[in-house]
């Protein structure tokens, strides 16, 4: 073998070590941008998700029967729902808390309320 063919072969080891080296940056970078993706809050329509929490808001008209509204998304069980009233300062309340829906009440008449629901969807 000569001095040339000797470099040559030299050239082709460091070369191919090299590209091993940075296939493996590659991949582990890769993994990483992978993990902050899945990190980052997921949202939707009147609902957002971070890790195993989810945050559903939304409003409708309520009554003194109650009116069961929907969870734009479903919950792994029962969140914990709060409830606010746009226009009026009429009492108000919810019942029945499920894992897709809520039942509300307005004492007062006929009312918009705003409800804000959290809690596991995972």
């Not at 969870?71 to 409830?83: G, N």
Request: hydrophobic content about 40%; glycine content about 8%.
């Amino acid at each position: 073998m000569t001095l040339i063919d000797s470099l040559k072969n030299r050239n082709i080891e460091y070369s191919d070590s090299l590209y091993n080296e940075l296939q493996s940056l590659i991949s582990n970078q890769n993994q990483t941008i992978q993990l902050l993706i899945s990190s980052l809050p997921t949202t939707g329509k009147d609902f957002m998700r971070f890790d195993s929490l989810q945050i559903c808001w939304g409003g409708g008209f309520a009554n003194d029967k109650g009116v069961i509204i929907e969870f734009p998304v479903v919950f792994i069980e029962p969140p914990k729902v709060f409830i606010t009233q746009a226009l009026r300062q009429d009492l108000s309340g919810v019942t029945h808390v499920t894992e897709s829906s809520a039942k509300f009440y307005t004492y007062g008449g006929r009312n918009f309320i705003n409800f804000c629901a959290i809690g596991k969807w995972q």
